[in-house]
């Protein structure tokens, strides 16, 4: 009895009310991280794996909510394979059957659809009508949208993302600079890496049909030239694909660009080409740059995708995660505009005391970015617990750990547990990760079911400190 009464969900590591959809999903989709896939179609490295359906399945179903498809002319009809590799191919229609049927099994959230296309106007078409007569009503086709849609109103909706580029509608004089974005797009995904040499038919793949473009309504892949220009020409309807290095170089170099471009424009980042045997790249600095749509080579069991894992369980697995507050365009942020305009009204009926409190909104929205930076330079992007040799058949660790913790609200904790050789190097036998504020205080137990030796690991978590 006692047995299953600390095996049951009362005692879980994890924070119940968080096993369900408990953040507010009616903020612009630019204020989530988004759970992401890369070349979604491998079961296995970048280069002469196989490309499975299943893999669809199986992301889609663990919660994944961007998947991406590489798609190429086929025979008669597109197929979907890596590029200038040995991978095998998959018939388009069928990876979009197999999405459609569980797409919003685990989720209702919306699946985006990262669309890398290879293929010549004549099969875009068929890619286009594959799609319509497929997905249907739950297809995304929205033209005239005003204002950036939220989770909530896009729940059970497909959404394709794809550069939207038309050349039939295009200008002699623009001609070129869009056949040159539409190349570019083409570029910006990682197999043209490392064989830029036996570049295809770029004229092909470089016109993009009406009627796929069409399909396009948010998440239009762009080319990214500059925070700067980033701020002058996109919007909640653009994305913008990062390589991971390129990513992470933008993160260091300029943290607080990143995140303002972030909290207007969607990014997606996808593992580097020199990554052939699918590794996957840290998510956490990307994330603490607001980064969307962090991809990840889900076949690949890895200590990144462990913590894609511990963060995406939070708010019901739903696969959508409101980014912390100082990632987001606030709206406390909003509200304080709208205190702005309130107290510019009674300026106007009080002029003579307008320049003090003008001077002083100044001074209050300065305050706050100020304290904002602070927290961004400080923040810790992760805390090992210390490794310890133990009885292998009934290990007690007993033992103590203080964390101080700068930024609780994008802080994981990564457990692991190796079984220790005397020679060579210790076997990992467990991971498990949760993020800070998804764990319940007390008595707690992770990894049910866990490995041969001992089934749960018990913890006692006292108190947690917060610093804000
Ligand atoms: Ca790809």
């Not at 049910?448 to 089934?455: D, G, L, M, S």
């Given at each position: 009895g006692f047995y299953h009464l600390l095996n049951s969900e009362h005692f879980s590591?994890?924070?119940?009310?968080?096993?369900?959809?408990?953040?507010?999903?009616?903020?612009?989709?630019?204020n989530y991280f988004i759970n992401s896939s890369h070349n979604t179609y491998l079961e296995g490295d970048q280069f002469n794996s196989y490309s499975k359906v299943e893999c669809y399945i199986n992301a889609l179903t663990s919660g994944c909510r961007c998947v991406e498809i590489d798609a190429w002319d086929g025979v008669n009809e597109p197929v979907v394979c890596h590029g200038f590799a040995y991978t095998t191919k998959l018939l388009f229609s069928d990876v979009i059957a197999a999405i459609n049927s569980y797409a919003f099994q685990t989720s209702k959230c919306p699946v985006i659809i990262s669309i890398e296309n290879h293929c010549g106007i004549e099969q875009q078409i068929k890619m286009a009508k594959i799609m319509r007569n497929t997905f249907k009503e739950k297809l995304y086709t929205e033209q005239l949208i005003e204002k950036c849609p939220c989770p909530s109103d896009l729940m059970g909706k497909i959404i394709i993302k794809k550069c939207n580029k038309k050349l039939s509608n295009a200008k002699n004089s623009c001609k070129k600079n869009i056949a040159k974005e539409a190349s570019e797009d083409m570029f910006d995904d990682s197999e043209f890496d490392f064989n830029s040499a036996n570049v295809p038919s770029k004229g092909n793949a470089s016109k993009i049909s009406a009627e796929l473009s069409d399909l396009v309504t948010i998440c239009q892949s762009t080319s990214f030239t500059s925070f700067n220009h980033s701020a002058s020409h996109h919007s909640f309807q653009n994305i913008c694909s990062f390589d991971e290095n390129k990513a992470l170089e933008l993160a260091q170099t300029d943290l607080n660009g990143f995140i303002k471009h972030n909290m207007t424009v969607m990014s997606r980042t996808y593992p580097s080409g020199t990554r052939l045997k699918s590794s996957n790249y840290d998510p956490m600095p990307l994330w603490m740059a607001g980064c969307h749509i962090v991809s990840l080579n889900y076949q690949t069991p890895s200590q990144p995708m462990y913590i894609n894992k511990g963060m995406f369980n939070d708010n019901g697995n739903c696969g959508f995660l409101l980014k912390p507050q100082f990632l987001r365009k606030e709206q406390s942020e909003r509200q304080s505009e709208r205190q702005t305009e309130e107290l510019k009204q009674q300026i106007k009926e009080q002029s003579e005391r307008q320049t003090e409190e003008l001077k002083q909104i100044k001074d209050q929205l300065k305050l706050v970015k100020l304290e904002v930076a602070e927290q961004i330079e400080e923040q810790s992007t992760r805390i090992e617990m210390i490794e310890q040799k133990l009885d292998r058949f009934n290990p007690t660790w007993n033992f103590k750990m203080k964390f101080q913790i700068m930024c609780p609200e994008l802080a994981m904790f990564l457990f692991e547990v190796y079984d220790y050789e005397n020679l060579g190097k210790d076997v990992l036998v467990a991971q498990y990760s949760i993020r800070l504020t998804n764990i319940a205080r007390g008595m707690a137990y992770f990894?049910?079911?866990?490995?041969?030796?001992?089934?749960n690991v018990f913890l006692h978590i006292t108190k947690i400190k917060r610093k804000l």
């Open positions: 590591i994890f924070k119940q009310e968080h096993a369900n959809i408990y953040q507010d999903m009616c903020q612009p989709i630019t990894f049910r079911n866990f490995v041969h030796f001992y089934k």
